[in-house]
């Protein structure tokens, strides 16, 4: 194990949210922490990736970004990351290969939102992600429709666990995922751009 990247013991079932982070808020911390008790997550790594491959306009500097998720980010199961600036791995299906060969015999999950199960078809081997890693998404009571009808939902369907048994996942053989119901703050970080606090 590299000496700079967060240790998991053998067994251990990480959670992954990865995301551009610009910047990190009370949201993020808030969906963090309800993933970690719906999914029975042994802990949590945010990925604050380099640069978001889907999106024209680059983040804030990484180091900016990074000082403040961990200001924000502060519980003894959460680990703040820069994993793909340090694998210099750009797409999330790369990252995750890298991390199963770094950490063999560890659990990992992906996270996401809702909102990105409804346009997962269009990330770089995203039917491999699914295949190969599960995947817990957190949704907005009542935001659950695009994501239900999306290509990746209709395709594993049969993969699904139902947001009542969610810490299923922790124990599950990909492909498998569940989507949950989670109360969200209303904040999100192009409202803080928006704004000028950023």
């Not at 594993?156 to 990909?174: C, H, M, W, Y």
């Amino acid at each position: 194990m590299r000496h700079n990247f967060p240790y998991a013991r053998v067994g251990q079932v990480i959670g992954l949210l990865g995301g551009s982070f610009d910047p990190a808020h009370e949201g993020h911390v808030h969906i963090t922490r309800e993933a970690l008790k719906r999914f029975g997550l042994d802990q949590v790594w945010w990925l604050v990736t380099p640069g978001n491959p889907l999106k024209a306009h680059g983040p804030a500097p990484l180091a900016q970004r990074m000082e403040q998720a961990n200001s924000v980010m502060q519980h003894p199961q959460v680990k703040v990351t820069q994993i793909e600036a340090q694998t210099g791995t750009r797409y999330t299906a790369e990252t995750l290969e890298a991390l199963i060969a770094l950490y063999p015999g560890v659990h990992f999950v992906w996270l996401m939102g809702a909102d990105n199960l409804a346009n997962f078809h269009r990330w770089e081997r995203w039917d491999w992600i699914m295949s190969n890693v599960p995947v817990g998404i957190l949704a907005r009571p009542g935001d659950r429709g695009a994501a239900r009808v999306s290509k990746a939902a209709r395709r594993f369907r049969s993969a699904q666990i139902t947001g009542r048994e969610a810490a299923k996942l922790r124990v599950s053989e990909a492909p498998a995922w569940s989507l949950v119901n989670v109360p969200m703050l209303d904040v999100s970080s192009s409202q803080i751009r928006a704004r000028g606090d950023w």
